[in-house]
């Protein structure tokens, strides 16, 4: 069975500067789909970035990119200039590629707070 | 569309009673998954449907919760003779297959506090 762990609870960061989270997994599988999840106060989940194990290249999206070390296991994500609103919940999932096999298996999550 | 609709968003119940809770997915999205969490971690599997099929339970999923997912649209959610360690909030996520790589779509999930 797959297993996510972000070993960090909390994370603090002064507004307009950078942040990463740290997430690492483990599996026995080649190929798969990593994901970060966003989980403001109001509690809706909601997709920041996405990796294809398969892809070599590193996940960007605007202010947010990815560290993605297959051979460590390792997908962190990095904030850039980081805003108010990124305060929130961010959990690490993988989803393996297989067909059949659909569920996302989560970490425990990372609270990032956002100083002003 | 709207995406993904949970009802209700709160629910209380004492000990003992029965609950259900309702999922509307994304129109087009074919799977249908629910998921429980509990304060301070990641949300967990429970079970999900491709279409009317539920194709997957996780063991957390005892013989007194049910799920349902008549017609491939909606999904519902019961659990039966609640306990106190069913207070969670359960939220309800959809896909579209084939579109692996996309990852879910979840809704705003309901809160269970079982008194």
């Known amino acids: 069975a797959q297993t996510v762990t972000q070993s960090q609870p909390e994370m603090s960061v002064q507004e307009a500067e950078t942040v990463t989270l740290s997430c690492t997994y483990d599996?026995?599988?080649?190929?798969?789909?990593l994901f970060w999840y966003k989980q403001p106060p109001s509690r809706q989940m909601i997709l920041v970035i996405r990796?294809?194990?398969?892809?070599?290249q590193n996940a960007t999206e605007n202010r947010f990119s990815v560290n993605f070390q297959k051979a460590a296991k390792s997908f962190s994500l990095k904030i850039s200039d980081s805003q108010l609103g990124d305060a929130a919940m961010y959990f690490c999932?993988?989803?393996?590629?297989?067909?059949?096999?659909?569920?996302?298996?989560f970490g425990t999550g990372t609270r990032l707070t956002i100083i002003p | 569309d709207t995406g993904v609709s949970q009802d209700p968003r709160h629910k209380i119940t004492k000990r003992g009673q029965n609950v259900t809770f309702r999922c509307d997915p994304i129109s087009e999205h074919n799977r249908l998954y629910w998921y429980r969490q509990t304060l301070g971690q990641g949300p967990e599997f429970l079970t999900y449907?491709?279409?009317?099929?539920?194709?997957?339970k996780s063991r957390l999923l005892s013989d007194r919760f049910s799920a349902e997912r008549p017609k491939g649209s909606f999904s519902t959610l019961e659990i039966q003779r609640t306990e106190q360690g069913d207070s969670a909030m359960y939220l309800c996520a959809s896909s579209l297959g084939g579109r692996e790589k996309d990852g879910y779509t979840f809704g705003s999930g309901t809160r269970l506090t079982v008194v």
């Open positions: 990796q294809e194990a398969y892809k070599q």
């Open positions: 449907f491709q279409n009317e099929a539920q194709l997957e």
């Open positions: 999932a993988y989803r393996s590629a297989d067909f059949g096999n659909e569920k996302l298996t």
């Open positions: 599996t026995s599988e080649s190929d798969y789909y």
